[in-house]
């Protein structure tokens, strides 16, 4: 491993100090040349990003405050905030409001947590390590759909789940029909998730920990620190700028919960697992209501928001 | 230098690559074709080897009996049929003959997306009601083939329980129907006395609940303005309703969520009574010898089962409306809906195309269905407003199923449709 780093740093150190600097004059219209080549490189990108992505986004930003129908012989008007205000008088909104910080608020420490410690786990110097990596990590490459379809039968009321929990506890445990149990519905979804994605973040945190040198963890042990305090004194400070990009992933992806409830669930039962992005897609496709739908993911991007710049402001680098 | 004129020009072809996989999806309709004028014609049926063998045959034909025309098949898969049509009409680049899913019929009237075919009235002499897309009178879509609901149980099964087998003219009664489920359920066989198809989602639960609710008495929509649901969907019929369905899961005589293949779970004998459209028939027929196909029950209103399934219309942009009404009017012929019967299996959308069909002639073991859809078949309401109200519609009956408060529900589901109709102007033409 270390022989890595000194290579890495070696190079480094060869980008941030070009061999022959050219003259002046020369060296400018070199420049320029490239700043062409550069901008003509990127301009598919930019076309692409603009049209997929800031020009709806405007068009959405305009549309929240029309009644535009996806079908309809009748141009959208402009109607203000009736959309907000209907919003925010709509039992389903504020239930699929709730759901989604529901889900953000377990899922985002366990989901991190259950990470950190996994890639503790395969971290050690240990045989067979890239095997159990590979294992933990093949939910992440299938797909969500085909993961949320497996999954339901699973928590269906003789499912494999629960033929398993009665196996183990002889018989005492009554089966839960997980997906149509509102107090369960949202949890079962959650576990799923949790186990899908915490690879990924493995993956992630597994890299800062590689980043960590070992010299760091050789001078502490000299020094006598336990197993714990390496882990608090050493560990998480060299893992702080992971956490963040961590942190920040899996709240944006635990705010956009959809294709879950999609599949297993519609919302139901009793709007116990609808989320604002699944309102915004029924909203908008089953129910035509452009505008409407537009409203809703104005509020869900305000949402969004507002939840990074606090965990921006949490995780600011203190000087 | 070179090396830059290099990457500039990589650059360029990479911004003209993407330039044109974008241009390609545009453009490229119409035209004509040694003389002769192309109709563009699309339909959802892709994937579908049956339905599609019949529709490329109907236009072999045409195009063979005539040079003016060719028309010209595109197929989609069913799933992102709709979306297609709905991205063509935005993008005004409709073919000239597109196929409809019944219930969308007036909601693409009313966008402007179809207009009324302009066929003699003759032509849909002795056609079923439920497979034309009719508004105001005028027929916009007409429909080769359309499905009825029915229940599947067993003679051995009926007997065993003690109940008697209705037929056509003398079906259960609710009550009748609900001692039924009590007797089956008492003789401890099954692990549901019946299935629904509780598991299905989409437009399955208008398609299938509905008729149920309009048994009791209730609907979707008031029908005699079809401008409000006060009344009709949270009256005292469709509180009766609700109360009965939730009831039959309390009861344990039912899943609140029934199997992924509710036929699959009849045949293998873990339902007694199964509900589901006549596709079931060959299944259950090559699975039980004993197999009977019962009538809906009648809740007080008649039984009633759903209407109306894929149809051909005209789309408003057609440029040449003489050529796509020939060939509507050649398809439209008692050779054809036979064809479609026999490849797909439902029932064919004319009396006359029904007699030349053994299994649904008089006295074939199809028949019943031919009779279900021609005596109890109610189409679901011909307004445009229908693709809001089948959504509010599913999410009210799933909330119902799962144990909340029926009057709260589908007091929220008029309040939303008729929010709705009121904000596009009574979805007035």
Known sequence: MSTFRTFDAARAESVTT?????????????????????????????????????????????????????????????????????LFTDPVFWASVRNTFYFALVVVPVQAGFALILALLVNAKVRGTNFFRTVYFLPVVTSMVVVSLLWRFMYEKDGLINQVLGTLSFGTYTPIDW?????WALPAIMFMSIWQGVAFHMVIWLSGLQTIPAELYEASEIDGASRRQQFLYVTWPGLRQTATLILVTITIAAFSLFTQIAVMTQGGPLDSTTTVVYQAVRTGYQQLQTGLASAISLVFFVMVLIVSGIQRYLTRERS | MSRKIGRIVAASLATLAVATTAGCAAGGSGGEADGATTIDLWTHAGGNDAELGVINTIVEDFNGSQDRYVVEVTEFPQDAYNDAVVAAATSDSLPCIVDIDGPNVANWAWAGYIQPLGLPDETFDGQLEGTLGKIDGEVYAYGFFDVALAMFSRESTLNAAGIRIPTVDDPWTGEEFNEALAKIDALGQFDYAVDFGTGGGGEWIPYAYSPLLQSFGGDLIDRSTFETAEGALNGPEALEWAGWFRGLVDDGYMAQTSGEDATADFVNGASGILYTGNWADATVRGAFDDAVVIPPPDFGNGPTIGAGSWQWGLSSGCDDIEGAQAYLEFAHDTKYFVDYAEAIGLIPATLDAAAEIPAFAEGGESRIYLELANQFAVVRPETAAYPFISSVFQKATQDILAGGDAQAILDKAVSDIDRDIQQNGGYTF
């Open chain 1, 179 to 183: 997906l149509n149990d509102p107090v």
């Open chain 1, 18 to 86: 070009p061999p022959d600097p050219p003259a002046g004059r020369r060296r400018s219209r070199t420049l320029r040349g490239e700043r062409s080549a550069a901008a003509w490189m990127i301009s598919p990108a930019i076309l692409l990003f603009m049209v997929f992505l800031i020009i709806p986004i405007i068009l959405a930003f305009g549309l929240a405050f029309t009644d535009t129908r996806l079908i309809s012989p009748r141009p959208g008007q402009f109607i203000g905030l009736d959309n907000f205000a209907y």
